[in-house]
């Protein structure tokens, strides 16, 4: 079981096939497991590193440190202690750590791929949910996130798929709540004229969390951008359709 410590943190990471490296980063309360299905395929023919990032999986739950910058730190050390320079392929708040990560060290990322995501609530209408969330969770946590998680995926999507991301969840460390805090300020339209990064944002056609327009809205103001929407897919594509989701990452990658 890999393991690696990284700003004082260990981060529990898995790394399988060669070629071009792909890292792929979770969301919010999973872990690098959620990118099971897609492995045997991409690993035929790229290096592949799924990480538990801190908090979440089988890494380490510090209280301190639960921020975007210092999840990109983090992300940072680990590709720089790799060795590698990878497509960085972010879920949801995974995407967002890959964008800033690109926006910061763009000599470490080949390409973002941005799942979902990156996600900004000023202006979209989910601020108030976002903003009331970290109290829900406080208050009951087991019954905010059945109430919540069903809601990532597409009409249809297994039970079974349900259940086992809202084990997860339940199994993740509390203290990254405290990214929802600061996810209500994040906004980086500002910033993504100045993104030398490549960037791609891969959005499921019926994703509930993050309106569709938010990527288009992103690649508007990002040079060179993309957006590949994926037919019937919620916010968790990598997970509702894994053999749709490799065939658009292989077309980007």
Not at 93 to 115: M, N, Q, S, W, Y
Not at 153 to 168: K, M, N, S, Y
């Amino acid at each position: 079981m890999p393991i690696t410590e990284v700003n004082g943190t260990r981060l529990h990471y898995e790394d399988d096939g060669t070629g071009p490296a792909l890292l792929l980063l979770h969301g919010w309360g999973t872990s690098g497991r959620v990118w099971g299905s897609c492995l045997p395929d991409l690993v035929r023919d790229h290096r592949v590193v799924t990480l538990d990032w801190r908090g979440c999986g089988r890494s380490d739950r510090p209280a301190e440190g639960n921020t975007i910058a210092q999840i990109t730190a983090d992300l940072t050390r680990l590709v720089e202690t790799l060795e590698i320079e990878p497509t960085v392929v972010g879920s949801s708040i995974g995407g967002l750590f890959a964008t800033e990560l690109g926006l910061k060290r763009p000599d470490l990322v080949d390409h973002v791929v941005a799942v979902g995501s990156p996600g900004y609530w000023p202006g979209t209408g989910m601020l108030d949910q976002v903003l009331s969330l970290r109290g829900q969770l406080v208050d009951d946590r087991a019954g905010t996130l059945a109430g919540w998680v069903p809601g990532w995926f597409a009409p249809g999507a297994a039970r079974e798929l349900v259940d086992w991301t809202l084990r997860q969840l339940l199994d993740s460390g509390t203290y990254i709540d405290a990214l929802f805090t600061e996810c209500t300020t994040y906004d980086p339209r500002p910033r993504l004229k100045d993104l030398k990064t490549p960037i791609t944002y891969l959005h499921g056609e019926l994703d509930a969390q993050i309106p569709l327009e938010v990527p288009r809205t992103c690649a508007a103001e990002t040079p060179g951008a993309r957006v590949h929407v994926l037919a019937g897919c919620g916010h968790l594509p990598h997970q509702e359709n894994p053999r749709a989701f490799t065939a658009a990452l292989r077309e980007i990658v």
